[in-house]
């Protein structure tokens, strides 16, 4: 064999081995890139949050939507409404010695709210709180809830602040056993006194289980003092704004429940999936792929 052939057999050698390593490399790329993707998709989960709509966006769909969570932004996976998924309403009425000659006010609202609310979907958890919480067990039957309401008995004694936030916390781990949309209404005069439940604590377990908490103050004087600076239910009023919920201050009975009905209507339950994240709190928020920004909770807490 002369020299050009020698030279021409170790180069076909040489290219013969160089395309089976090239091979191996990309097998083993492909093979990388499965398990990895197949990785994302099993440690991915689904998790909710509570938006609002005007009547305007009241046929958005779930393609429309981008979920944001901390610097994640995922789609939408689905939006629904009641009566699609169940409602759970959960009312609590302040029962304490400082509303005796308020209470049937409050009592007027949480009626009329469970006329206007009441279907085949929804589900009414009734409470009161005075020196300790009181909870009845939901139910759907309107006739019930109303007598449940009629029955709450006020409290006499000294005038002073109850354990509202006990009884808000008691409630919600009542409906967080319930699925579909969740909604917290307090109907009362709003200051918190002798709950073993902090602040704190109760913004996590509302945040945890995507409840919408509303506030109706009902008090027989000013809820404010000086350069009309809030000084009952201040807590409350910053829990509503940001779990997409709303803050009523003394209205009449009528118009709260038109305001209160309005915005618990326009609720949304919007499904995303994400990877798993690790405990804490972290900021959310829901848009529209065109750029505008849906009203929603805007934390949410992973135990």
């Not at 305007?56 to 699609?84: F, Q, R, W, Y």
């Not at 449940?148 to 602040?161: H, P």
Request: proline residues 4%; positive net charge.
């Amino acid at each position: 064999m002369n020299e050009g052939s020698r030279l021409l057999a170790r180069n076909t050698r040489l290219s013969l081995r160089l395309s089976r390593s090239v091979a191996g490399i990309a097998v083993a790329t492909i093979f990388i890139v499965l398990v990895a993707s197949g990785t994302t998709k099993a440690d991915s989960q689904q998790y909710s949050v509570v938006a609002r709509v005007d009547v305007k966006n009241a046929g958005l769909t779930s393609g429309e939507l981008v979920v944001t969570v901390g610097n994640l932004s995922m789609p939408a996976t689905a939006i629904k409404a009641s009566p699609d998924i169940p409602r759970n309403i959960a009312i609590v009425v302040d029962a304490g010695p400082d509303q005796a000659n308020v209470l049937s006010k409050e009592k007027d609202l949480a009626i009329a709210l469970i006329n206007d609310l009441s279907d085949g979907s929804t589900s009414f958890t009734v409470s009161s709180v005075g020196t300790s919480p009181k909870m009845q067990a939901p139910t759907q039957v309107r006739s019930v809830a109303i007598g449940y309401v009629r029955d709450i008995a006020g409290e006499s004694g000294k005038e002073t602040n109850v354990p509202i936030y006990d009884a808000i916390g008691l409630t919600i781990r009542q409906i967080s056993r319930l699925p579909g949309l969740r909604v917290v209404i307090f109907i009362g005069e709003g200051n918190d006194g002798g709950s073993r439940l902090r602040y704190s604590e109760l913004r996590n377990l509302v945040e945890s289980n995507q409840i919408a908490f509303f506030a109706a103050l009902v008090a027989n004087h000013s809820l404010r003092g000086a350069k009309s600076i809030l000084r009952y239910g201040w807590n409350l009023r910053e829990l509503a704004s940001d779990t997409v919920g709303a803050f009523l201050e003394n209205q009449k009975a009528p118009k709260a429940d038109r305001r209160l009905t309005e915005c618990i209507q326009g609720l949304r339950l919007v499904a995303f999936e994400m990877p798993s994240m690790q405990a804490g709190h972290y900021r959310i928020s829901v848009s529209v792929r065109r750029g505008k920004r849906l009203l929603a909770q805007k934390g949410l807490f992973i135990p």
